[in-house]
């Protein structure tokens, strides 16, 4: 039987992970605060610690480090209710095994004290690098789960030397996500360097990248040191690494693996130390699939993929986002403009299929139109259309397209007095035509079997099938 300490000032977490952990068959022991946790430490020895971080006294992050001190590389799994990304990585950095967000699923939970409890008995040597913390150039806002999530995934990438892959839509914070893994890593003193790939012109991708000596080409007219050295000690940041070129492809590859630059023209390698992080919008898979992106660079850069929410699955980020923006647009003696709760409400509900940086840009608009005073709808633009997205962009789902438009058809229809009416029956004969005529298309005519599809009697389909003109003669 293994041991549990549970360290939290809420009763009700310290009874329900005591449930948890002796439904699993081990024995729970909790505290209060941490100070009387390390009191008992010694004494209680125990397998793994959950541990919150704040707690009256001294805070759980700052007791890390006293617990190692007593008891060696215990597994120590965080949690908190305050998640952000600082936490989380100083949470990583002082060795905790995980980083859980309250409310948390107890499943998780089970799942991390399992893993805990599987690494508890082997020899602690993998502990996470230890950095400077420095500050973060660009700010990552958001205290959703999608959030909490994502904060815990850049840690860890930046406690980690490997090769980083981000995966997000356009407009979403690839490159917030970047510059974070860096400042929070070990190369935080070294160079960021960022090169949007799809910004490259084709004939020079080769030439920017590794460099060339003087006379390589037309035009060369003198050495060039290109960006794969210059990143040298720090991170080299791929932007839309999907639209690098094959041949360009072949040449990093061998970068990657021998840590050595040949500028075109010359045959005297350079040696180059940098970490990648790559990131694309694209389905980088189905581009190795099809032949346009090599397997073994995919694998190369994709060592760790941390997957960027868009800002639809985020919403309830959408005021403190708001909130940061405005601040920006502030001023020097002039007060931040402020929403009203109907333009909050707004910003809520459209789908924003240009991630944060739509919401961001919506902002700077709605702030000169009103003019530092309160914001309210009107001030707003038009939010972006589904059909304005990247066509590699990951689409959204088709319920929320039509949730979305079926929202901005009620808005409209409500607005117009005259077209309230009926309004109802209107949204059906919107609606119900398509769905019918795919689903006997599907069913090759035969009326009973769609209506089975479609959980209607035989009888209703056909009536609705005149009703539209849709029945075959």
């Not at 995966?167 to 960022?194: W, Y």
């Not at 909050?344 to 919401?359: A, D, F, I, K, M």
């Amino acid at each position: 039987m293994s041991k549990l300490l549970v360290v939290d000032d809420e009763q009700s977490i310290c009874w329900g992970l005591s449930r948890l952990g002796e439904s699993i068959g081990h024995e729970v022991v909790t505290a209060s605060s941490a100070e009387q946790a390390l009191d008992e430490v010694e004494e209680v020895r125990p397998d793994v610690i959950v541990l919150d971080v704040r707690l009256p006294g001294m805070d759980g992050l700052s007791a890390i480090e006293k617990f190692r001190e007593r008891v060696g590389q215990v597994p120590i799994i965080v949690i908190t209710a305050y998640g952000d990304l600082k936490t989380a990585v100083q949470a990583v950095r002082n060795g905790a095994f995980e980083y859980i967000v309250k409310p948390f699923d107890l499943d998780k939970v089970q799942h991390a004290l399992v893993r805990a409890l599987a690494s508890s008995h082997t020899a602690a040597n993998d502990q996470p690098q230890i950095a400077r913390v420095s500050a973060i150039a660009g700010t990552l806002v958001g205290r959703s789960a999608a959030m909490q999530e994502l904060f815990n995934h850049i840690a860890l990438a930046a406690a980690s030397n490997a090769s980083v892959l981000l995966c997000g839509e356009s407009g979403s914070g690839k490159e917030l996500a970047a510059r974070a893994i860096h400042q929070h890593g070990n190369r935080a003193d070294g160079p960021f360097v960022a090169v949007n790939v799809a910004s490259l012109s084709p004939s020079l991708a080769e030439s920017e990248l590794f460099g060339h000596v003087r006379g390589a080409f037309t035009g060369a007219d003198q050495d060039r040191v290109g960006l794969l050295v210059q990143a040298d000690g720090g991170t080299l940041f791929l932007d839309e690494v999907a639209d690098i070129p094959l041949p360009v492809q072949v040449k990093l590859l061998r970068v990657l693996d021998r840590a050595e630059v040949v500028p075109v023209g010359s045959g005297q390698p350079v040696k180059t130390n940098f970490r990648v992080v790559s990131a694309t919008h694209q389905d980088l898979l189905a581009k190795v699939k099809n032949g346009s992106f090599r397997h073994d660079l995919y694998f190369r850069l994709g060592a760790f993929r941390v997957d960027i929410p868009p800002l639809r699955e985020r919403h309830d980020d959408i005021a403190e986002l708001a909130e940061h923006f405005l601040r920006a647009t502030q001023g020097e003696g002039v007060s931040a403009p402020t929403l009203s709760d109907a333009s909050l409400s707004e910003l809520q509900r459209r789908p924003w299929y240009g991630n944060v940086r739509e919401l961001h840009n919506a902002l700077e608009h709605a702030a000169i139109v009103a003019r530092g005073g309160v914001i309210e709808p009107d001030h707003l633009p038009q939010p972006a259309d589904a059909s304005l997205l990247d066509a590699h962009d990951c689409e959204p789902p088709v319920e929320e397209s039509i949730l979305a438009l079926i929202d901005r058809w009620a808005v409209a229809k409500l607005g117009n007095a005259g077209e309230t009416e009926d309004l109802y029956e209107q949204l059906l004969r919107l609606v119900e035509p398509p769905l019918l005529k795919a689903a006997i298309e599907k069913h090759h005519g035969q009326c009973a079997s769609a209506a089975r599809g479609l959980g209607l009697h035989r009888t209703t389909l056909r009536k609705k099938l005149d009703q539209y003109d849709l029945s075959e003669d």
